[in-house]
């Protein structure tokens, strides 16, 4: 039902795109995100670009959402791994996070922090554990991206 869904909100998010393939930009902690984004991927041609951390976050779950909430609350931006060269080439970005604490995960606020997706059609995506959605993509929209979609 869930995949069902997913394309049917994919499908509806692609019909007024441009034919330049997309890409699916994501980060995952859990490995949820990841199942997510290929879903979005599969469904839509896209590639896949995975936003990794240049200091990965502790292995230990306390430790890592003690540092998440550290992040957020100081409004850090940690460093993530460059993205692909040929990241000009896509108008349609596909944009995954989890959702921490009402709002996209840091690493993901690093990479629309960095302007590489000025321009682009930014499609958000998240994943979360029951809590909703919160404040993720008003957040995102925040960040600058004037051709929003939301699915």
């Known amino acids: 039902m869930k995949k069902l869904l997913l394309g049917a909100l994919i499908g509806t998010a692609l019909t007024t795109t441009v034919?330049?393939?997309p890409?699916?930009?994501y980060f995952t902690l859990t490995?949820?995100?990841?199942n997510a984004a290929k879903i979005v991927a599969e469904e839509t041609g896209a590639d896949l670009y995975k936003i990794e951390l240049v200091t990965p976050y502790p292995a230990e779950y306390k430790e890592q959402t003690e540092l998440a909430k550290k992040e957020l609350a100081e409004g850090t931006l940690p460093p993530i791994k460059p993205w692909p060269e040929n990241i000009g080439e896509y108008d349609v970005v596909f944009v995954g996070s989890p959702v921490w604490w009402g709002t996209m995960s840091t690493p993901v606020r690093t990479f629309l922090a960095s302007g590489v997706l000025k321009g682009k059609k930014v499609i958000p995506f998240v994943t979360h554990g029951g809590g909703g959605a919160d404040?993720?993509?008003s957040d995102t929209a925040q960040c600058g991206y004037g051709r929003l979609e939301r699915i």
């Open 19 to 21: 034919e330049a393939k």
């Open 135 to 137: 404040n993720s993509f």
């Open 31 to 34: 490995g949820n995100t990841e």
């Open 23 to 25: 890409l699916v930009a």
